[in-house]
């Protein structure tokens, strides 16, 4: 069923006369950018550079969240567009944008780690003051963004080494249904078909792990989406981005315009991320969105000289939703995801 957002409750949620967060400062109707400085601890300094777009009218809080993983840059390239586009005088309501999350990893052209401490900044949340510098950004984003939001969306693609076909992330916990409810109608929103749902997510608020998450878990309905591959900001996924947050921001009655909903969606209630037994070179035999069967070959893994030391097989039959696409391979990560798909019923 549809959680609908009331234009009237939107209309309801009053402004405060200015916002302030990091370096950046906005009243309604206007749009400032700025840094969230994350000060050097046990490791470097870095910083966060971030829009806050207020609206003219009230409304409620969408916070956006790109560049998490460095190297997945499509959703950098769209929120500057977002940025670009968005105008205050007919917005309802506050749109926080973090262009790039993780600024370290988007400098260092990275995949999944850190240069600096070698952490995933998606494993680390709701992050510490004192930590190392990706525990750092964890916590100046929970703290000033994730607080700050009513709506969270972290905006992800298939990362360097990823060829990946759109899809998003569903996290229902069972634990708020009003926000699980929401973030399942925002998934429908943003406009990809395939919804992986996950009810694996960790439910301490402590130990969040996950940017989403930290946000479900305090209530506050979230998703994560995946539109982007490769590493590469190719214009039709960079649109995709765009076109994603319009359609949401219009879901919440933030600006004007008819609400779209996906129609026929797949939800994938099973999916499996498959991980190398061992450190070689990948052989990749299948396309992002390919179909396979159970026991299809996806890949096959060798030694530094050519000679095979595993073929990597469906585990059951579904969709690919993304495949690692360059041969570098170390024992334990990702070498693609499988997603065993269903009709809404």
């Not at 749009?31 to 601890?41: D, K, L, M, N, Q």
């Not at 829009?51 to 997945?72: F, K, M, N, W």
């Not at 703290?143 to 229902?172: C, F």
């Amino acid at each position: 069923m549809l959680a609908v957002i009331p234009a009237l409750l939107v209309a309801t949620i009053q402004q405060p006369a200015s916002l302030t967060i990091g370096s950046a400062t906005a009243r309604p109707g206007q749009a400032a950018s700025g840094f969230i400085e994350v000060p050097a601890g046990v490791d470097a300094a870095t910083r966060i550079p971030i829009t806050i777009v207020r609206g003219a009218q009230s409304g409620p809080t969408l916070a956006l969240i790109a560049g998490t993983h460095g190297s997945e840059v499509a959703p950098i390239v769209a929120l500057q567009r977002v940025r670009a586009t968005i105008d205050p005088a007919v917005l309802r309501g506050t749109v926080l944008i973090v262009h790039v999350a993780n600024m370290p990893s988007f400098l260092g052209r990275t995949v999944y780690y850190s240069p600096i401490d070698g952490k995933n900044l998606n494993r680390v949340y709701p992050g510490k003051p004192d930590g190392t510098v990706s525990e750092r950004i964890a916590y100046a984003i929970t703290t000033q963004i994730i607080e700050r939001t009513d709506y969270l969306v972290d905006i992800h693609s298939g990362d360097g080494n990823e060829s990946l076909r759109p899809y998003s992330y569903w996290s229902p916990l069972g634990l708020n249904a009003r926000a699980d409810s929401i973030a399942r109608d925002m998934a429908l929103a943003w406009g990809s078909d395939h919804i992986v749902i996950d009810t694996m997510r960790p439910r301490d608020v402590r130990a969040s792990v996950y940017t989403q998450n930290t946000a479900q878990l305090r209530g506050k309905p979230a998703l994560t989406t995946e539109t982007g591959y490769l590493g590469i900001a190719a214009e039709d996924m960079v649109q995709r981005n765009v076109d994603g947050v319009f359609r949401l921001l219009r879901y919440f009655h933030m600006v004007p315009g008819d609400v779209e909903l996906v129609r026929q969606p797949l939800f994938f209630e099973r999916a499996e991320v498959l991980r190398s037994p061992a450190t070689g070179v990948w052989h990749a035999r299948v396309e992002r969105g390919q179909s396979v069967q159970k026991g299809a070959i996806i890949g096959v893994l060798t030694d530094f000289f050519g000679v095979t030391q595993a073929e990597i097989r469906a585990p059951f039959g579904g969709i690919v939703l993304y495949v690692v696409a360059t041969p570098a391979m170390s024992q334990g990560e990702p070498m693609g995801m499988i997603g065993e798909p269903r009709l809404e019923r």
